[in-house]
């Protein structure tokens, strides 16, 4: 069973800096492009990025909207997925998702984690 | 960016009826098109990949279908647990993006 498990939400002042973790299970996680997605509340998601798989270099792809604030990297050996956020904006303020890419989209998500960024 | 318009933004249905969410895009996705259903509190679940492939444990009563810029969602004879958020989602060209969703009820 694919399992995704984020942690490392909370809340955190504007400008302020914070790390997503994603712990995966259930597959080979090399294999797979993970995604970093985020929504707020009552809106529709936002995709951030992805990482590659292994056969594709493990090379990164950002949505402009966060591209240099985030930084998605992955530990292979830990089979972890992380979310590195800094110069964090009230807007930043969603719930943040992790997913197994398949095809383009992402098939396994993961239960979600909130973000606040408030002073 | 590539602009997902969605339509209706909600609709309301009863229990057994045909419904049909609609998406267009901007551009010409070649069927890079997704489509998620998203519970009250839960996260997203793909139904769709690729315009018309049924994700593994989705009902076969959800469909979808559709090329260049237009998309559909059909769900045939509605049923209660149908009730949610849906969403799709190109995933043609970076920054993959959704549309704004459609909210579906029961009447």
């Known amino acids: 069973e694919v399992k995704l498990l984020e942690s490392g939400g909370g809340l955190v002042q504007p400008g302020g800096s914070m790390r997503l973790s994603c712990a995966a299970s259930?597959?080979?996680?090399?294999?797979?492009?993970m995604y970093w997605i985020r929504q707020p509340a009552g809106k529709a998601p936002e995709w951030l990025g992805f990482?590659?798989?292994?056969?594709?270099?493990?090379?990164?792809e950002y949505n402009p909207s966060v591209k240099g604030r985030f930084t998605i990297s992955r530990d292979n050996t830990q089979n972890m997925l992380y979310l590195q956020m800094n110069t964090l904006r009230a807007e930043d303020t969603a719930t943040y998702y992790c997913?197994?890419?398949?095809?383009?989209?992402?098939?396994?998500w993961g239960q979600g984690v909130m973000v606040t960024v408030s002073s | 960016d590539i602009q997902m318009t969605q339509s209706p933004a909600s609709l309301s249905a009863s229990l057994g009826e045909t419904v049909t969410i609609e998406c267009l895009a901007s551009e010409d996705i070649y069927s890079n098109l997704a489509w998620y259903q998203q519970k009250p509190g839960k996260s997203p679940q793909l139904l769709i990949y690729?315009?018309?492939s049924l994700n593994d444990g989705v009902p076969s009563r959800f469909s979808g279908s559709g090329s260049g810029t237009q998309y559909s969602l059909k769900i045939n004879s509605l049923q209660s647990e149908d009730v949610s958020i849906y969403f799709c989602?190109?995933?043609?060209?970076?920054?993959?993006?959704f549309g704004a969703g459609t909210k579906l009820e029961l009447k």
């Open positions: 989602q190109q995933n043609y060209d970076s920054p993959y993006t």
């Open positions: 690729y315009a018309n």
């Open positions: 997913a197994r890419g398949f095809y383009g989209s992402s098939r396994d």
């Open positions: 990482i590659r798989n292994k056969a594709n270099g493990y090379t990164t």
């Open positions: 259930g597959f080979t996680f090399t294999d797979f492009y």
